[in-house]
């Protein structure tokens, strides 16, 4: 039976009002196992921040998959707040103070990345930026469609990501140490 914990009233961050909820729920994700999913929502100020953890601790992770039909907007995609998401020629998510995680699908990361283009498509002032814009989103629908392939790395150094699929490559990732 999955573990469900509310906290509500506690003091946001943003705001500083004791609004603010803290969920925390333990699910089973297939073939990737127990994860622990955390928000925190604000009721006055309508800060969000979410995270996925593995119920276990996990070594660095890179996975590859390679997006190639439209069943793949299907497979399952586990991301962390401290995961890299690559597309090369088309996107890269990097992680930072608002990165979010989440299990969605490939589909849900595309429709993520797509967003990002239109907002930055409808603030662009040169033609120029617009048509590169215009040319991405028409690139993510034909990798919707499985009309053209696009490679999807997710690099993760927490371990807490993953792409859900025997098509998926998992490597070990190489964590750079910074000497103090």
């Known amino acids: 039976m999955p573990k469900e914990d509310d906290f509500e009233h506690q003091q946001c961050p943003m705001c500083n009002e004791k609004a603010l909820i803290l969920t925390e729920r333990e699910t089973e994700v297939p073939y990737f196992g127990k994860v622990l999913l955390f928000s925190m929502t604000c009721t006055s100020c309508k800060y969000h921040m979410a995270d996925v953890e593995a119920g276990e ?48 699908n490939i589909e849900g990361i595309l429709n993520r990345v797509k967003y990002q283009i239109e907002s930055v498509k409808e603030m662009a002032e040169g033609e120029e930026d617009r048509k590169k814009a215009k040319n991405l989103l028409k690139k993510i ?38 000497e103090k």
């Open 57 to 104: 601790e996990k070594e660095p992770v890179k996975y590859e998959f390679e997006i190639s039909s439209e069943d793949d907007m299907k497979v399952r995609v586990v991301k962390s707040a401290q995961a890299t998401v690559k597309m090369p020629h088309l996107a890269t998510i990097t992680p930072g103070p608002a990165a979010q995680g989440y299990v969605t």
């Open 141 to 178: 629908l034909n990798i919707t469609w499985g009309k053209e392939k696009q490679k999807l790395i997710i690099e993760d150094p927490s371990g807490n990501s993953a792409i859900i699929s025997d098509k998926a490559v998992k490597t070990p990732l190489k964590v750079k140490v910074v």
